[in-house]
């Protein structure tokens, strides 16, 4: 696929795996919208690219946790006169801890951020390229689609909804000039961590410009979707080989926060 003049909006550009996305979205010569809270970390970012790659790069500060925030978004971009061809679904983030101990506002913003805004976006910029037959949509899920998630368990379901979501439109649009393709990174070195816990993290980090380059090939090969790195796809494939209660038990002990494996009773077998 050719990104040179097509222009990419990616959401949770300010760090991470978005930050990445628009690094190399940008190295492939397509002109940018970035889009996250953090208002200087994107305008630092956009006179970077702009100055190395030679791309327009505009900026959009939205707080996409916020009630049909994704819908705004796209009105914003539209009375701009910005015409999308590759959406970026980046931004999201998870919380660690038991359900009944995690503010019930916080998981409203989990669910907001990772399902409603990502939905919204797809719904609205979708048909322009259904009707231009060109396009990309790189929806970021995570290898906590493919099973339940102790402990982060909206997490996981958000992410099990996006991989869900995202393989349908891979199927409807198959044949078509648009390219669809759910990413889902395992642990990847991003301030993800930071937000969720360091617990959360399972096994190697990669780095986030590997994981993008991942992304890049499974669009490019028109796959519906892509788990960088060997061991992320085997701890992906478990669920295959297992009955659903022993995974969901064998998660459950992979994700216990340390302070409960002392005091806290063991679980009762299912
Ligand atoms: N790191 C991992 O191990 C890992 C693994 C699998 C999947 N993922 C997924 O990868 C995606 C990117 O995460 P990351 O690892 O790159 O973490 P990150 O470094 O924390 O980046 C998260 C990005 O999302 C943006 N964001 C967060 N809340 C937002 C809000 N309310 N409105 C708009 N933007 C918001 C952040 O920008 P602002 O703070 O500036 O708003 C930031 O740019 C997420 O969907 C995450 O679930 C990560």
Redesign the pocket.
């Known amino acids: 696929m050719d990104f040179k003049r097509t222009r990419a909006l990616v959401?949770?550009?300010?760090?991470?795996?978005?930050?990445?996305f628009a690094r190399e979205l940008a190295g492939r010569g397509a002109d940018l919208v970035l889009?996250?809270?953090?208002a200087d970390?994107?305008q630092a970012l956009a006179k970077e690219l702009g100055g190395r790659c030679g791309v327009s790069v505009e900026v959009v500060v939205?707080?996409?946790?916020?009630p049909r925030?994704g819908t705004g978004l796209a009105a914003e971009l539209s009375s701009r006169g910005l015409e999308i061809d590759v959406l970026i679904n980046?931004?999201?983030?998870?919380l660690f801890g038991p359900l009944h101990e995690t503010e019930p506002e916080r998981i409203a913003?989990e669910v907001q951020?990772?399902v409603a805004?990502l939905t919204e976006l797809t719904c609205a910029l979708l048909p322009g390229m259904r009707a231009r037959d060109r396009g990309a949509i790189v929806n970021?899920?995570?290898?906590?689609a493919f099973q339940p998630v102790p402990y982060m368990s909206v997490?996981g379901a958000t992410?099990a909804y996006v991989l869900s979501f995202t393989e349908a439109l891979w199927a409807e649009t198959r044949g078509t000039g648009v390219r669809v393709t759910a990413l889902?990174?395992?642990?990847?070195?991003?301030?993800?961590?930071?937000?969720a816990s360091e617990h959360a993290?399972i096994g190697r980090?990669m780095p986030?410009d590997r994981v993008v380059k991942a992304a890049f090939r499974a669009l490019e090969r028109g796959r519906s979707t892509v788990i960088p790195g060997l061991g992320n796809r085997m701890l992906a494939s478990t669920p295959r080989v297992a009955t659903r209660q022993t995974v969901a038990r064998l998660a459950e002990r992979t994700m216990r926060p340390k302070s409960r494996s002392a005091g806290s009773p063991r679980p009762q077998r299912a």
């Open positions: 959401t949770g550009a300010s760090s991470g795996i978005g930050e990445a889009a996250a809270r953090s970390k994107l939205v707080d996409l946790s916020e925030a980046n931004a999201g983030f998870g913003e951020l990772n805004a970021v899920a995570s290898t906590a997490y992410k889902c990174p395992g642990a990847t070195e991003t301030a993800f961590f930071e937000v993290s980090r986030a």
